[in-house]
């Protein structure tokens, strides 16, 4: 437990940050999920939408730190690879 007032403000603006920051993880979470739900509905223009939708706030989350920039890179191939095979 934090004894001295500059602990127990840094306490409070960690908890404060890290349920930001779990939400702003959420929210790429569900564009993600977005989007392979469409891919696995066989909806290609629905898929590009979600798609297009999603890369903005997937490098988002990189510029915040949420995710490391490997990682954002990885999901986007991913989904444009997994959109491309569906022809």
Request: aromatic letters at 2%; zero cysteines.
């Amino acid at each position: 437990m934090a004894n001295s007032d500059q602990a127990r403000k840094r306490a409070r603006q960690a908890e404060k940050r890290r349920q930001h920051n779990a939400s702003q993880r959420s929210t790429l979470r569900t564009f993600i999920k977005k989007v392979v739900k469409a891919i696995d509905g066989g909806d290609r223009d629905l898929a590009t939408e979600a798609y297009k939708s999603a890369v903005p706030r997937i490098d988002s989350a990189v510029g915040k730190g949420l995710i490391h920039a490997n990682k954002a890179a990885r999901h986007k191939s991913r989904l444009n690879a997994r959109i491309k095979a569906m022809a």
